[in-house]
């Protein structure tokens, strides 16, 4: 195994954490900065095999000045993506991961988000975290 040093954070890897002691992994293995880098989603769903349904998850301010665009350009592609829009002044808190898991289909194969740190912290803890027992 790698150190953090000795990895390219743009590949697929896998690395012991010199601060916390903990293995972090990062399964993707691809990182696309780029102008319109969105609308490749469709194409990256089906080349890491992601499922067939997905979930965009974002604010309303994102939503309304580029989330739309891009759901709809996902839509007319043919991705099967639901849509939640957290509304309001979201805050990275319980009710907030709370709204979101509630939100979530059981059978969704992967979640999305679009938006500042905020709203994509919220949707990595929920897409990490395993919910409790009685709900898997
Ligand atoms: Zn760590």
Known sequence: MKTIQEIDVYE??????????KIHVMPVGEVCIEAGAARKLPDYVQKLGLGKKGVLITDEVIYQSLGKTIYEGWQAAGLDVAL???????VPN???IGLVTCHVPFDADYLISIG??????????VATVP????MR
């Open 131 to 134: 919910p409790p027992m009685e």
């Open 94 to 96: 319980e009710a907030a």
């Open 116 to 125: 500042g740190g905020t709203v994509t912290d919220i949707v990595r803890y």
């Open 84 to 90: 939640y829009v957290l509304t309001g002044r979201v």
């Open 12 to 21: 697929r890897h896998e690395f012991l954490c010199d601060c916390c002691g």
